[in-house]
């Protein structure tokens, strides 16, 4: 069984950083692409920052030049560095990985963090 684990989120004004991280542990042979949604209160979850393993990155539109994405393909690790933060950017951030395989051959499998909470607040 594969985990994985955010870490990072927390409170911070307007105008303030945060760096989240999120660590893929278990059996894991490859990871397609992992990355980071957010679900704001009575919002639909949304795709913030994805990146694959050769290294293509994909924005939401209102986070960029704001956030940056990175990932350690050796450590099956994913970090999002959060810029200029904005009152709207107040979400459960969740890490995601897909294509996750547990050895050559097998089947390419979803996995989700459990989310850990951004605030953006004076």
């Known amino acids: 069984q594969v985990q994985l684990v955010e870490s990072g989120g927390g409170l911070v004004q307007p105008g303030g950083s945060l760096r989240l991280s999120c660590a893929a542990s278990g059996r894991i042979f490859s990871i397609d692409a992992m990355g980071w949604y957010r679900q704001a209160p009575g919002k639909e979850r949304e795709l913030v920052a994805t990146?694959?393993?050769?290294?293509?990155?994909n924005y939401v539109d209102s986070v960029k030049g704001r956030f940056t994405i990175s990932r350690d393909n050796a450590k099956n690790t994913v970090a999002l560095q959060m810029n200029s933060l904005k009152p709207e950017d107040t979400a459960v951030y969740l890490c995601?990985?897909?294509?996750?395989?547990?050895?050559?051959?097998?089947?390419?499998?979803?996995?989700w963090g459990r989310g850990t909470q951004v605030t953006v607040s004076s």
């Open positions: 990146i694959t393993a050769d290294g293509s990155i």
């Open positions: 995601n990985a897909e294509g996750v395989r547990e050895r050559l051959g097998s089947a390419r499998l979803r996995y």
